[in-house]
């Protein structure tokens, strides 16, 4: 039953996400639309969606303080920007999301390439890392809310756990991905250690490091996001609650709208990076 | 696999087996005769997890939250795979639904929990919406990918056969795209968790993200970190169910040899690289 012949192994960082190579780089198939054309169509899509949102939002199949329509959220914007409060969300949300994040990729980055290098190392961590690693992190908000109490440590404690496995992870799979006879060569040359990880095993593995890091830095909005909606800590999440316990609907999904915002410009920012940094790879990967 | 002697496999188990079983190790003697307030020795940990299974309601919380991500994540199955697979069939659609897509992954669903949760109640059909609008994402996303990477030859193929779209669904499209599929699926599980617990946390009588909200705002250290504990196997277990379902539905496909040598032991759990 082998459908394709490719081997499209889910895993592979370099067959990572076909689809969107394709729809914007390399359309050899006939009668696909041109870019402007397709930019219409992207429009017009948002636009219907947008218009289907403000019909559910008129006929009241729920009530408005559940679905407000796309004109009030909207709406919400030229006041909450010109507000001290709203960047203050943003920035809260923002920093406990980064630095913990930037603590995930310190720790995580090396702890993957070197248990990754050596296969011993990696057979060891890998039934530990795996439960570990399907925890779901958030749940240990009333622990730490103990231990930590309410504080912005906290919020960076638990988006530094969140990320850390992701990262460490894809830095591991990296260096394994360097081949066998690459790696006997380097053996039967006596490369020295650490010429042989700056040279073979950082550049092989910065395409799944990069992978890791990008899927790390979305965790990290959600998560710093879904502390501050459960607890008082402030930011994004927490003026979400607070805007929804007021009755002001519309406000409150401002802030949603904001933290896609976020996550998407994140995805961009990220796949940016990874584009420049692996500019001397052959673009089999870059999405 | 297989064709491993019984000494090799041993030889594999023990070398996996003996950092967690020092962990354990480790965290047992460290906590034992532990008298701190919020590091309980892990025995007692252990002793209350039990006790409130047998005894306490901890069975109908856990029911409760296995309920409502089962049903959740159905849902999400159901309505992204059928979507995914129209989107990714029309390449016009798919192209044009694009960056929509990216927008509505990229918001974090938990920013939603509030918002449903205190218009539409506490009881379970929130939760399960919130659970199926997360895991949504994923699968849809990956079920498009999955269709639109099917090899272009293998398409025009089915075309050119004139093979009935029916037939071509359930023949071609949908096994060439099960592997992302499930993908997809397995990162949706760990949404739906996370979403189960924020949900139950924001908001619920039952519910094992209650128990731990009830025990910990009660001070409760022992039941607090054995609701953990229990969150944490239902997370694994979860995660180890779908790999076998995963093996059972796609055995045709990891069993194929893997075309370039590259060290694969563990394709399955590396795939949340895909999204």
């Known amino acids: ?287 | 696999m297989s064709t491993r002697s019984p000494a090799a496999l041993w030889q594999s188990l023990l070398k996996q087996l003996w950092l967690p079983v020092l962990c354990v190790a480790v965290l047992l003697l460290a906590t034992a005769g532990s008298t701190s307030f919020y590091f309980p020795p892990a025995t007692d940990v252990l002793a209350t997890l039990w006790r409130e299974l047998l005894h306490g309601g901890l069975v109908g919380d856990l029911l409760f939250s296995l309920r409502n991500i089962a049903l959740g994540l159905a849902l999400a199955t159901v309505v992204g795979v059928g979507a995914g697979l129209v989107i990714g069939e029309i390449d016009l659609l798919r192209q044009a639904t694009g960056p929509l897509l990216d927008f509505a992954r990229a918001t974090p669903t938990v920013a939603f929990v509030p918002v449903i949760i205190l218009t539409l109640g506490i009881g379970s059909g929130p939760k399960i919406f919130l659970i199926a609008l997360g895991s949504l994402w994923p699968i849809l996303l990956n079920t498009i990918s999955g269709v639109h990477g099917i090899n272009p030859a293998v398409h025009e193929t089915a075309r050119g056969y004139r093979i009935p779209w029916r037939l071509r669904l359930s023949k071609v499209v949908l096994p060439g795209a099960l592997p992302q599929i499930f993908a997809g699926i397995r990162v949706a599980l760990s949404i739906a968790v996370v979403l189960m617990v924020v949900s139950e946390i924001y908001g619920s009588p039952v519910g094992l993200g209650n128990f731990i909200l009830q025990s910990g705002s009660g001070f409760a250290v022992p039941e607090t970190w054995a609701g953990t504990v229990l969150i944490g196997i239902l997370g694994y277990g979860l995660s180890v169910l779908l790999l076998a379902a995963e093996y059972l539905l796609l055995g045709w496909y990891h069993q194929r040899p893997p075309r370039a040598r590259r060290p694969m032991s563990r394709p399955l759990s590396r795939s949340e690289a895909k999204t």
């Open chain 1, 1 to 287: 039953m082998a459908i394709s012949t490719t081997d499209r192994r889910p895993t592979a960082p370099d067959r990572k996400r076909p689809a969107r190579r394709t729809w914007r780089t390399r359309h050899t198939r006939a009668g696909n639309p041109g870019r402007r054309v397709l930019l219409m169509l992207q429009l017009a899509t948002v636009l219907a969606v947008l218009l289907i949102w403000a019909a559910l939002a008129a006929a009241r199949l729920v009530s408005a303080t559940a679905l407000p329509g796309p004109a009030a959220v909207f709406g919400q914007f030229p006041q909450l920007f010109g507000d001290p409060v709203y960047w203050q969300a943003v920035g809260d949300t923002l920093n406990g999301a980064v630095t913990g994040f930037v603590a995930a990729a310190v720790i995580g980055v090396p702890l993957g390439l070197v248990t990754g290098t050596y296969a011993a190392a990696e057979q060891s961590s890998r039934l530990l890392v795996d439960v570990l690693r399907s925890f779901p992190v958030i749940a240990l908000l009333p622990v730490f809310l103990l231990v930590l109490g309410s504080t912005p440590t906290m919020k960076t404690t638990v988006v530094l756990l969140a990320c850390v496995f992701p990262v460490f992870l894809q830095a591991q799979y990296g260096a394994r991905s360097v081949t066998p006879m690459i790696a006997e060569t380097m053996d039967s040359y006596r490369v020295p250690r650490l010429l042989r990880f700056r040279k073979v095993i950082l550049p092989s593995a910065t395409p799944s490091v990069m992978t890791g890091l990008r899927l790390a830095a979305t965790t990290s909005v959600l998560v710093a996001i879904g502390v501050e909606v459960l607890t008082t800590l402030p930011g994004i999440g927490h003026e979400v609650v607070q805007a929804q316990q007021g009755g002001a609907a519309a406000r409150a999904y401002a802030y949603i709208v904001t933290a896609g915002a976020i996550g998407y410009s994140i995805n961009l920012l990220s796949q940016f990076a990874e584009r420049r940094l692996l500019r001397w790879r052959p673009p089999t990967h870059t999405d």
